[in-house]
């Protein structure tokens, strides 16, 4: 990646919609040679989706948490396929620290949250963290 590469890749993270004329413009480029650029970029697996930022809250999802688990090794094959069904779930990540897991989740109520970590305990002991507010949102990689 270029210089000129990386500034697409700034610009696309920011607001993904924009324009091929402006994204051109921006780094002095025709729009033929940036939509190029993004191509290649998708191609290499550096640009790997485009998605709509949504407020859960506006959707009817009030509560958001963090779920902390421990997962024996052992029981990952049979975790693994449950959790990804899981449309609550917004990520699980495998961690190192006293947990194994860290999992995000969105749920329109307490009394859904609990029933959902109730059928998490069947794999590990849990942690959970509710999120008042959000100070930094999620962002894109400084390039």
Known sequence: ???????????????????????????FLSSPAVSARIDRLEKSGVIVGYHAEIDPAKLGYH???????????????QFNPFIEECSNVL?????????????????????DLDTFIGELQKYGKTETQIVFSTPVKARGIKI
Not at 6 to 21: C, D, G, Y
Request: charged share 20%.
């Open 1 to 27: 990646m270029d210089k000129i590469d990386r500034e697409i890749v700034s610009l696309l993270q920011q607001n993904a919609r924009h324009p091929l004329k402006f994204l051109a413009n921006k780094v």
């Open 63 to 77: 509560v958001m948490a963090f779920i902390n688990m421990s997962l024996d090794p052992k029981q990952k094959p």
């Open 91 to 111: 990520e699980c990540n495998c961690v190192t620290g006293s947990y194994s897991m860290l999992i995000k989740v969105a749920f329109p109520n307490t009394s």
